[in-house]
């Protein structure tokens, strides 16, 4: 399983990108799909996830209200909108799945989570 993640650069405050995290098999088929990132020093953090069976979608509080995670699944692509963009969202964004279900409170573990993208930089600059 693969997961290519693309749509990253560098732009200004304010400015908006929107994130493609493109799948080898069905998205349908994962359990939650979703976004981290990681900024230099700093630990992974959660984003945002989509999952299939349970209501959502879920977003980290800095995002909420700015970002948007949404899924096509004719394309087997998971896409992070990302609105209002800020310096302190400059990080390496990676997307993950997990295969199977997840109890609602863990969405946001990285541990919880059995593939990886490659990550894409973001850059904000002020």
């Known amino acids: 399983v693969q997961l290519q993640a693309s749509g990253g650069g560098l732009v200004q405050a304010g400015d908006s990108l929107r994130l493609s995290c493109a799948a080898s098999?069905?998205?349908?088929?994962?359990?939650?799909v979703g976004w981290f990132r990681q900024a230099p020093g700093k630990e992974r953090e959660f984003v945002a996830a989509i999952d299939t069976w349970n209501s959502g979608p879920y977003y980290a509080g800095s995002v909420k209200g700015r970002f948007t995670i949404s899924r096509d699944n004719t394309k087997n692509t998971v896409y992070l909108e990302m609105n209002k963009l800020k310096p302190e969202d400059t990080a390496v964004y990676y997307c993950a799945a997990r295969d199977g279900r997840i109890i609602t409170s863990a969405i946001d573990r990285a541990e919880q989570y059995h593939y990886w993208g490659q990550g894409t930089q973001v850059t904000v600059s002020s």
């Open positions: 098999r069905r998205t349908s088929n994962y359990g939650p």
